[in-house]
């Protein structure tokens, strides 16, 4: 399955709660019932993944707690405990030319405007004011760096994503 295949992680099943088999859920997404607008969700049971459907959620204080379809007791929510909740990428919402979904980034090569190749984007760190690109640096960097942090800001360090060439050009001196 190819990386652009692969399920989207948005979540994870908590611990049982109560005993008519509903169950605390850890949301991933910007909002705690973000995760509540995909369905079906798939969750990965050892390694497998498969089709699962919410009956009801509800907040619970400052968390979400939900009903599964075929979940009906504790010990079949104790089961679930720990499962990942992801969706596949066709749910996921398009979004306007100028916004990235983080996983579409992840391995793009960094290529500055004299064309040096900086390395390829390891992971993203949401900082607040904007986010950072953790690029990791190529084996034989000639600088000598082992990973370069890039603000990911449009029109002043970020001057074009290209998905389909998995590239980012970037105005970035490689020594920094």
Not at 29 to 50: C, H, M, V
Not at 126 to 150: C, H, P, Q, W, Y
Not at 158 to 165: S, T
Request: charged fraction near 25%.
């Amino acid at each position: 399955m190819s990386s652009n295949q692969q399920p989207v992680v948005l979540g994870k099943i908590g611990s049982s709660y109560g005993v008519k088999g509903w169950m605390k859920i850890t949301a991933y997404t910007e909002s705690l019932e973000g995760i509540f607008d995909y369905a079906p969700w798939l969750i990965n049971e050892q390694g497998k993944w498969r089709e699962i459907n919410v009956k009801q959620w509800r907040f619970h204080g400052k968390a979400v707690i939900a009903e599964l379809e075929g979940v009906t007791d504790r010990d079949q929510a104790q089961a679930l405990a720990n499962c990942e909740i992801a969706i596949l990428p066709g749910q996921m919402d398009a979004l306007p030319a100028d916004e990235f979904y983080w996983r579409d980034l992840i391995g793009c090569a960094v290529v500055n405007t004299k064309g040096y190749n900086m390395g390829s984007v390891d992971q993203i760190l949401e900082t607040g004011s904007n986010d950072v690109l953790m690029v990791k640096a190529n084996a034989k960097d000639a600088f000598g760096k082992g990973e370069r942090l890039i603000p990911f800001v449009t029109g002043q360090f970020i001057l074009e994503v290209d998905l389909q060439a998995k590239q980012i050009l970037v105005d970035w001196d490689p020594d920094f």
